[in-house]
Each structure stands twice: as C-alpha cells, then as structure tokens.
C-alpha cells in the first residue's frame, strides 16, 4: 500500500489494462469541479484507495478505480483539443501530453472492455461517434469538461497544478482473486452478472462449454438471465430471487456441485435444463395439447410459473412423469392465471404449487 499522485501514476505506467466485467459508469469524476473548492490549490486531494494488480514493473491490471483514471484521461484529451491549433508552444505541449498520458507508442495506454474501448478509442483519436455513443457517460463528461474549460477559461497550467495534488491510496492486489474483490467493491453498484460468471468460467477453462449453451439458446441476454434465474429458483427453493446477486448462485451451485461431479458434466446438466428452458420461451413442443397450455399460460403472462414449469418439465422428460400429468398440471396452471387476472384474491401461486405437487404424488 503506497500513496501516489494520480497523474504521475498515469505518466508511469504504460499499460493500464482493465477487467472484462468491469463497466465505464455514470459514476465518473468531474476533476474541474475540484478546483472551485480549492482555487489556490493549498490542500492535497485524496480520492481513496484503487485496488490494482502488478502485472510488471510498468504494467497493471485496474481491480478498483476504473472510473478515476478513464476521467483523468478524459480530462487531459479535453485540455488537447481545447488548445490545439492556438501556439507552436501549445502543439508541443499537446505532443508531450498524449505521448506521457495517454499513448504507449501507437497504442492506447488505458485498455478498456470491447464496448467502452470502441467509445474510448473514438474519442482519443477524434474519430465521428454516432447519436447513441453521444450519449455515453465518456462523451458527456467530456462534453462538460470542454465547456468549463471554455466557459470559465481554464488554464492548462493551472489544471495541472490541481491535477499535482490529486492522490490515490495505491493497493496491489497480487494473490487475491480479483473478481471476488471487485465484486465485494461494487456490490452496491449494478453490475454485470452475465460478464462475472463467465469470467469464472473462463477461469476453469470451460467456458467454451458454457458459450454453446449461450449461442444455441439464449441469443438475447435478457432470455439468458431469466433462465439462471428460474434454475436457481428451483435449486435452492428460493421465495424470492436477487438477479443482483446472480453471480453468487451461480458459484454457490457450481461450487456445490462439484463435490459431487466433474465440471463437464455441470455443465451438461445445465443444458439440458437449458434446452428445455428455451421450450418453454419459445412454445417449442411437438405435442398440440402441450403447445395449446403453453400458448394459453404465456397469453396469462405466466412468466413467474416459469421456474416451477421447468421442475415438472424436467419430472417429465426423466420419466418421473406422464405426459397426461405433465398436460393436466400445465391446463390447471393457465387455469389458474386466468382466474388471477380476474381475481386479485385468488389463492397464491405457492399453495397451488402444494397441491400440485401432492397431485404428483398421488398420480
């Protein structure tokens, strides 16, 4: 752990990589807004602790603190292009800036994620962004740092002076799991859980496994979500599911399950409820009287019966039960949405699952 000015910190490294879960935000620091609280610039500023991982002696991967070095290096293309084409002086001076900051050679110093990077690169190297790239939280924060520069006539000197007394609270991360860390960070954050999880994955070198499953069913994320969420639900006999914490089921059953199969053959257990989840999205059934349900319990907006669906679903394909059982619990559920669109005081979708489920065992 070592205290260390932030734009020297930038100046010294030539490689700042990031992490491929972690997001540009709207939680982005406008450095100008600091100055007014301290014009004279008498008192050094300390913007907390960032969290990165030594990969060389010049090199680091971001854990924590994405936010403030992207903004940092906003705001010093903002002073570039504010005060280009004004002296021969200024023209060095803005050589010297994207060669210290900004730039490892012909390579961007700062290493984003594939979607910021696109936004990124086309910032630093005055490329045309489209109407929605324009409405990124990069783009605005550069939008407000060229007006203040302008409105208020900053001086470049005077924005460096401030930038000197800009501190961090460097802590290298070595040894720690940094996805486990970053998502301890930014808990309270919406983070992307998709990302994280297969980042896990990655890490135990199947995510090529877990990539078909994405590819074959779930070409919308959304769909993707809904379907880990409805497995867990029926898993862990969850009330009530987080999809904030949806990284966390995922290590919980995974990690569970191992103690008891190899990674494989997770993996093959949940394409299978995959396939059968992506029936049950698509109305994807040979059987008309299957279809008809299915057709009438969507009709419903049944989305929360889903979870239970796939349960029985899955009884069904196994054998455990038969297809005029599967057919009767299916019709009693749209049944049963129907009366709840009518009805607001129509029993609990939890005791019709009781009596579903002492139906089976009677059947």
């Known amino acids: 752990m070592k205290t260390v000015n932030l734009l020297e910190f930038l100046n010294n490294t030539k490689d700042l990589f990031t992490l491929d879960y972690a997001k540009?935000?709207?939680?982005?620091?406008n450095f100008l807004d600091l100055m007014t609280e301290d014009e004279q610039f008498t008192q050094k500023i300390d913007l907390g602790i960032m969290f990165a991982e030594r990969k060389s002696i010049d090199q680091y991967t971001i854990v924590d603190g994405l936010n403030r070095i992207l903004s940092l290096s906003l705001l010093l293309h903002a002073v570039c292009e504010c005060y280009k084409k004004t002296t021969a002086q200024n023209e060095k001076a803005i050589k010297t800036i994207r060669k210290k900051y900004l730039f490892n050679g012909s390579k961007l110093k700062l290493r984003l994620g594939e979607k910021d990077s696109i936004i990124y690169s086309k910032i630093i190297n005055g490329e045309r962004l489209s109407g929605k790239e324009k409405q990124s939280g990069m783009f605005q924060l550069l939008h407000n740092f060229w007006s203040q520069i302008k409105e208020e006539k900053l001086q470049a000197a005077h924005i460096f002076t401030m930038l000197k007394k800009i501190y961090i609270t460097l802590v290298e991360t070595n040894g720690v799991s940094r996805r486990n860390l970053y998502y301890k960070l930014n808990s309270s954050r919406k983070l992307n859980q998709i990302l994280l999880i297969?980042?896990?994955?990655?890490?135990?070198?199947?995510?090529?496994?877990?990539?078909?499953?994405q590819n074959k069913y779930f070409s919308k994320e959304d769909d993707l979500i809904l379907f880990l969420k409805d497995f867990f639900v029926t898993k862990f006999n969850y009330k009530k599911f987080n999809a904030d914490r949806l990284y966390e089921s995922f290590i919980n059953y995974f990690e569970t399950m191992l103690q008891y199969l190899p990674e494989d053959a997770i993996i093959k257990k949940m394409k299978h409820s995959a396939a059968l989840y992506y029936d049950i999205l698509?109305?994807?059934?040979?059987?008309?009287?299957?279809?008809?349900?299915?057709?009438?319990?969507?009709?419903?907006s049944g989305e929360d019966t889903y979870a239970y669906i796939l349960e029985i679903y899955e009884d069904f394909t196994d054998g455990s039960i038969s297809e005029s059982t599967f057919i009767e619990i299916l019709n009693t559920i749209a049944e049963y949405l129907n009366n709840r669109k009518i009805s607001e005081n129509n029993i609990s979708f939890n005791e019709l699952i009781q009596y579903l489920n002492a139906f089976i065992t009677c059947k």
């Open 282 to 300: 698509n109305v994807n059934f040979h059987s008309d009287a299957v279809k008809n349900a299915f057709i009438n319990i969507k009709k419903a």
């Open 24 to 29: 540009c935000d709207s939680k982005l620091v």
């Open 198 to 213: 297969e980042d896990y994955l990655k890490e135990m070198g199947i995510s090529q496994f877990w990539n078909n499953i």
